[in-house]
């Protein structure tokens, strides 16, 4: 069951289409989704899923790391995503990530966003289910007989 959240398509658009580095946060999942839309001639644009970072320093040094032949970006836009991973499909903003990353003339983009997306959709359903066989999860009441 999805929540009831009011999420501001237009907005998000407008910073996929714009933003050369974007972070997506989801509801569940403790990695966030980072999309690095920037390209060379010997390099494409990147989406991965990285681990939370402790802090915007902590971020931008990852950033580095993956990236060290581009230059730290100016500024990441982080994006709250409090619906489940499939609903960016469903509300068109999936397909917006795939054609920024491909505009860019990378070849594999498109089947490394798909390949992403499966990743993230299968760790949201284990997550989930480990919240409901209570593993790594804490109850906070418990059914009394």
């Known amino acids: 069951?999805?929540?009831?959240?009011?999420?501001?398509?237009d907005a998000i658009f407008e910073?996929?289409?714009?933003?050369?580095?974007i972070t997506i946060r989801f509801l569940i999942l403790p990695e966030r989704l980072l999309i690095d839309a920037r390209c060379s001639e010997s390099e494409g644009p990147l989406i991965k899923a990285v681990p939370r970072a402790a802090?915007?320093?902590?971020?931008f040094k990852s950033?580095?790391?993956l990236r060290p032949r581009f230059r730290l970006p100016e500024k990441i836009t982080a994006i709250w995503w409090p619906k489940h991973v499939q609903e960016l499909v469903t509300c068109g903003v999936w397909d917006r990530i795939v054609q920024r990353l491909t505009s860019a003339g990378s070849p594999k983009?498109?089947?490394q966003c798909q390949k992403i997306l499966d990743e993230l959709i299968?760790?949201?359903q284990q997550e989930i289910l480990n919240a409901i066989a209570g593993k790594d999860y804490q109850c906070l009441w418990e059914r009394t007989r």
């Open 1 to 9: 069951m999805d929540n009831d959240f009011a999420i501001d398509i």
């Open 15 to 21: 910073v996929i289409d714009k933003a050369d580095v």
């Open 55 to 59: 802090s915007l320093e902590e971020r």
């Open 63 to 65: 950033i580095k790391q």
């Open 109 to 111: 983009a498109a089947e």
């Open 122 to 124: 299968q760790q949201e």
